[in-house]
C-alpha cells in the first residue's frame, strides 16, 4: 500500500495529470494566435475610446451640455462599455478562431515546436503580391471598429439640425424603427469585415481560402447595401424637408434629384469594386499556390 502511495503521489494530481494526455492545450488563445490577439485587442480599445471621446465632444458641442456632471458620468459609462465591448469582441473572436483553426494552425505550430528544429520549418516565401499589406489590415480594422461604434452608440450624430429664427430645430436623419431592423445586418457585415482582416493578419498571405472567405464577405456587404438602398422609409422625409427649408426652391428641386443619381451610380459602382477586389484576392491566391 505504501508503494502504491508513493506512485500515486510521484504522478501527482490526477486531473492534471489527466490533462497532460488531453489533445488540447489549457487556454483560451493559443501562443500561435497569441500576439495577434493582443494587436488587435490594443488597437480595438484605442479606436474604442478614441472614437467614443471624439463622438460625444461633437455631439456636445452640436447640442450644448445642460449638466457637466452628468454628461461627465454618461461619457465614462459609454467609455467603459466601448472597453468591455472592444475586449469581449475581439476575445470571443480568437476564441472561435482558436476552436476553428488550432487542429491546422497550432497542432503544426506544437509539432514543430516539440521536433528537432529544421530549416524546411521555415514558412514560405509568398509569391509575388501574394503577401497581405499590414498597413491596410490596420485601416480596415480601424475603420471597422469605427462604423462599429458610430452605428450603435452615435446615430443621432447624423441628425438634421438649422437654426430657424434663431431657434435650433432637429430631425432624424434616420426613422429608427427602421433603422434599428437593419442594425443587426449592418453589424454582421463590420463582424464579418472584422474576421477577414484578422484572418488575414494570422495568415499573411492569399490562398484559395482566403479568396473564397473574401468573396464571401463582398457578397454579403453588396446584398446589406443593396438592401438599405432600396428601403423607402428608412430615410426620414421630415429631416430632408428640414434641410431643404432655408434652401431657394429651385436649388432644393435640383437637390432633391442627387440621390436618385447617386442610387443609379452606387448600383454599378458597387459590384464593379467587389468584382474587382474578389477577382484581385483570386488571382493572387492563384500566385501564392496556398489551400490556407
Known amino acids: 500500500l505504501e508503494t502504491e502511495k508513493a506512485v500515486l503521489k510521484e504522478l501527482g494530481n490526477p486531473r492534471v495529470l489527466a490533462n497532460k494526455y488531453l489533445d488540447r492545450e489549457d487556454y483560451l488563445i493559443g501562443p500561435q494566435f497569441y500576439d495577434k490577439f493582443l494587436f488587435v485587442l490594443k488597437l480595438a480599445v484605442i479606436v474604442s475610446l478614441f472614437g467614443v471621446l471624439v463622438a460625444s465632444i ?68 509568398p509569391q509575388d503580391q501574394a503577401e497581405f499589406s499590414k498597413t491596410g489590415i490596420i485601416v480596415g480594422l480601424v475603420f471597422s471598429f469605427i462604423f462599429v461604434m458610430l452605428i450603435n452608440y452615435f446615430p443621432h450624430l447624423s441628425d438634421i439640425t438649422i437654426n430657424i429664427n434663431g431657434v435650433k430645430v432637429s430631425a432624424p436623419l434616420f426613422n429608427m424603427d427602421v433603422y434599428l431592423t437593419y442594425l443587426p445586418y449592418l453589424n454582421l457585415v463590420l463582424a464579418v469585415q472584422i474576421i477577414v482582416q484578422v484572418y488575414k493578419l494570422i495568415y499573411g498571405y492569399w490562398s484559395w481560402a482566403a479568396a473564397i472567405f473574401n468573396l464571401a464577405a463582398n457578397i454579403l456587404v453588396v446584398v446589406v447595401i443593396f438592401m438599405l438602398m432600396g428601403s423607402t422609409n428608412l430615410i426620414n422625409q421630415d429631416a430632408i424637408a428640414l434641410a431643404l427649408q432655408n434652401i431657394p426652391a429651385d436649388a432644393a428641386r435640383i437637390v432633391t434629384q442627387i ?17 474587382f477586389d474578389s477577382a484581385k484576392a483570386f488571382y493572387y491566391a492563384n500566385k501564392s499556390r496556398k489551400v490556407f
Open 259 to 275: 440621390p436618385g443619381g447617386v442610387k443609379i451610380a452606387l448600383w454599378i459602382i458597387i459590384p464593379a469594386i467587389t468584382i
Open 58 to 125: 461633437v455631439d456636445a458641442v452640436s447640442n450644448g451640455v445642460a449638466n457637466p456632471y452628468a454628461f461627465a458620468g454618461t461619457l465614462l459609462g459609454e467609455l467603459l462599455s466601448a472597453v468591455v465591448g472592444a475586449v469581449g469582441a475581439v476575445t470571443l473572436l480568437f476564441v472561435a478562431l482558436e476552436r476553428q483553426l488550432e487542429r491546422q494552425v497550432n497542432k503544426d505550430f506544437f509539432d514543430k515546436m516539440n521536433r528537432e528544429w529544421d530549416p524546411e520549418d521555415l514558412p514560405d516565401i
